[in-house]
């Protein structure tokens, strides 16, 4: 069983693999295409940008497709990044290597972020999964936590220098990215969405015996 996630970020792959954790199932990325086009994040949710990627990809493609989107939500600015997270620091930060963008992304974040007294933030994931027939399955994962004061850590991507979750004293670039897997509003929504690519795995298992 193929499945392609959609997305061109290697840090982004690598993270739902080790999630996911299917030895079973081949994993495709965009990078294993040629022509990708070029999906307009023109949503007004989270929801909407997941399922409009999964749909056209997985049409195009003809391949059972798993897209998501995700980003950070402060409060002290009324939600923002949000649904806009990728392109705060300008157009497709994602593209960059992980430390340009996490340094274009977490510098505009804290400069925006400075003398806020309220730090709560939130980053949220939403899963969408479509075969060429349309959208099986949605899902959202959501990790609590606050904006730290300076940049923190070395590993993982985008944001997880400056996100402290809930009930611990690093941030996500500060843990190991077992840990963070435990935690992540990633981890949350490829967990809810799990059983059924487990399900379709069995049932493509069968059709091919």
């Not at 996630?5 to 690598?14: R, S, Y």
């Not at 030895?23 to 495709?28: A, E, P, Q, R, V």
């Not at 990325?29 to 307009?40: Q, T």
Request: aromatic share 6%; proline share 4%.
């Amino acid at each position: 069983m193929q499945l392609l996630i959609a997305t061109t970020n290697k840090h982004k792959l690598d993270e739902i693999k080790k999630i996911l954790r299917l030895k079973s199932i081949n994993f495709l990325s965009l990078n294993d295409f040629h022509g990708v086009p070029n999906i307009i994040e023109n949503g007004k949710t989270f929801e909407e940008n997941a399922a409009k990627k999964a749909r056209i990809i997985a049409k195009k493609y003809k391949i059972l497709t798993l897209a998501d989107d995700s980003g950070l939500e402060a409060k002290a600015l009324s939600g923002r990044p949000g649904i806009k997270s990728a392109r705060y620091a300008g157009p497709n930060p994602c593209l960059a290597s992980r430390q340009a963008t996490s340094e274009k992304l977490c510098k505009k974040l804290l400069a925006e972020m400075k003398n806020k007294r309220n730090r709560s933030a939130q980053f949220v994931c939403v899963i969408a999964i479509a075969d060429p027939q349309g959208i099986i399955n949605i899902a959202r994962g959501i990790c609590k936590g606050k904006i730290t004061l300076e940049m923190q850590g070395e590993n993982g991507f985008g944001y997880d220098p400056v996100f402290m979750p809930n009930g611990f004293k690093k941030t996500f670039a500060q843990m190991s990215q077992q840990m963070k897997n435990k935690l992540s509003h990633r981890s949350k929504a490829l967990k809810s969405v799990l059983p059924k690519i487990i399900n379709m795995r069995k049932k493509s298992a069968v059709n091919c015996g």
